[in-house]
């Protein structure tokens, strides 16, 4: 197993335009989960899947976020019109069940520049 | 709402010595988790330990000790016989078990390990 993948790696775009990122978690993992990080910040929760069900979601997550866990497997983040706010680190990570003991395993994080 | 405190923004140690990095964390759970995770320049986020609420010995992983202190509420990271690779950024993090939310983090400290 090669861990948490997550596509691209970084990403510029224009205010206003619509992005999305992709995180394969490991493969027996049924929770995947999406934060994202600012400079000097900690990781923030944004929301997770267990399986395909999305079950909780941060009040950072405006209208303009969605995600998807299509068949339980590989997630999407997407962001629609994007802001200058939205420049961040989006991280992904993978759990069995609740993630007590092991604790998560993250992938390398999609930056996001809006210009 | 959990919430978890890490008061130091950066700290410096020489090589081969010891150093602590503070964590205090809130909660009026009685089963709990906290973690400490270590993400270096290239950004992934690395899991070191764990320690249960109810777990009565302090957790160890090699050189990573957890000195956890439930009454006052602190779950201190000692790192023994720090290196070079040591110089990262720590986080603090905590799930409540019984409620079934996802990780919470602190704002990390920036630990750099002098030659």
């Known amino acids: 197993d090669t861990g948490v993948s997550q596509d691209p790696r970084h990403k510029i775009t224009k205010r206003g335009q619509n992005v999305t990122f992709r995180c394969d978690p490991i493969s027996e993992h049924n929770r995947l989960y999406w934060y994202r990080q600012t400079l000097g910040q900690g990781p923030e929760f944004l929301t997770y899947?267990?399986?395909?069900?999305?079950?909780?979601k941060s009040r950072l997550l405006s209208d303009r976020f969605s995600a998807e866990r299509p068949k339980g497997s590989f997630s999407t983040l997407e962001i629609q019109r994007t802001e200058q706010g939205d420049s961040a680190m989006y991280l992904c990570?993978?759990?069995?069940?609740?993630?007590?003991?092991?604790?998560?395993?993250f992938g390398s994080g999609t930056r996001l520049t809006v210009v | 709402a959990q919430k978890i405190t890490q008061t130091q923004p950066g700290m410096f140690v020489q090589e081969k010595e010891a150093v602590t990095l503070d964590c205090t964390y809130d909660t009026s759970d009685q089963s709990y988790g906290l973690f400490w995770y270590k993400q270096p320049s290239s950004g992934e986020m690395i899991f070191l330990i764990y320690q249960g609420s109810y777990d009565e010995q302090n957790a160890t992983e090699g050189r990573y000790s957890l000195n956890f202190q439930k009454a006052r509420k602190s779950a201190n990271l000692v790192i023994s016989a720090s290196q070079l690779g040591d110089s990262a950024m720590y986080f603090c993090?905590?799930?409540?078990?019984?409620?079934?939310?996802?990780?919470?983090f602190g704002k990390g400290t920036r630990l750099s390990v002098i030659a």
């Open positions: 993090a905590m799930i409540r078990i019984s409620g079934n939310t996802p990780l919470v």
């Open positions: 899947f267990q399986n395909e069900a999305q079950l909780e």
């Open positions: 990570a993978s759990s069995l069940d609740m993630g007590v003991l092991n604790g998560y395993t």
